[in-house]
T-cell receptor, first 114, second 116 residues
Framework: AQSVAQPEDQVNVAEGNPLTVKCTYS??????LFWYVQYPNRGLQFLLK??????LVKGSYGFEAEFNKSQTSFHLKKPSALVSDSALYFC????????????FGAGTTVTVRA | GAGVSQSPSNKVTEKGKDVELRCDPISGHTALYWYRQSLGQGLEFLIYFQGNSAPDKSGLPSDRFSAERTGGSVSTLTIQRTQQEDSAVYLC??????????????FGEGSRLTVL
């Protein structure tokens, strides 16, 4: 079985401040982890993924995420948030034992105030 | 086209009517997914197609839901006798099939269904 939790429904930060969006996962095998962003009335856009290797993954728009196996977490971070980062963010996980099914969290709404 | 294309973008229907939602995946992508996004909830897996293999229909919520993929490309999701609880955004995604599940999904912009 595989699942992912995003413990915060909403995150509010001021522009220029660091942004963190939390994600924890549960899998029986090894995790493949993904972050997606959804802007209003749009589909999901891929940000970054962790498959193997370096625990710190860098992605689009200055975002990065750190894989922590002991804490089963994959938090999304950005050192300096922009107003344009305001969107809905989804964490997703796929257990290495399956080839295709991706399970998503409920999403975290990020609001960056000017 | 360059991305995943879905139509219609918006559909309003009356309870009890049938609806068809269409997805045109990225050219060359053999894997195709349908997800449902309800207000305030995450994405719910509905169905998965990969090449000529039998689809994984395990996420379809009832027998009113069905999907097909013709010629390994375009897919249609059909909802019969729609109910108000079917109101949601239906998202289609495609990907290259990468052994071991390492590939990311590319999503369309969704079809918003409203059942009155």
């Amino acid at each position: 079985a595989q699942s992912v939790a995003q413990p915060e429904d909403q995150v509010n930060v001021a522009e220029g401040n660091p942004l963190t969006v939390k994600c924890t996962y549960s899998v029986s095998g090894n995790p493949y982890l993904f972050w997606y962003v959804q802007y209003p009335n749009r589909g999901l856009q891929f940000l970054l993924k962790y498959i193997t290797g370096d625990n710190l993954v860098k992605g689009s728009y200055g975002f990065e995420a750190e894989f922590n196996k002991s804490q089963t977490s994959f938090h999304l971070k950005k050192p300096s948030a922009l107003v344009s980062d305001s969107a809905l963010y989804f964490c997703a996980v796929r257990d290495s034992s399956n080839d295709y099914k991706l399970s998503f969290g409920a999403g975290t709404t990020v609001t960056v105030r000017a | 086209g360059a991305g995943v294309s879905q139509s219609p973008s918006n559909k309003v229907t009356e309870k009890g009517k049938d609806v068809e939602l269409r997805c045109d995946p990225i050219s060359g992508h053999t894997a195709l997914y349908w997800y449902r996004q309800s207000l305030g909830q995450g994405l719910e897996f509905l169905i998965y197609f990969q090449g000529n293999s039998a689809p994984d229909k395990s996420g379809l919520p009832s027998d009113r839901f069905s999907a097909e993929r013709t010629g390994g490309s375009v897919s249609t999701l059909t909802i019969q006798r729609t109910q108000q609880e079917d109101s949601a955004v239906y998202l289609c995604a495609s990907s290259l099939f990468v052994a071991g599940g390492r590939g990311e999904l590319f999503f369309g912009e969704g079809s918003r269904l409203t059942v009155l």
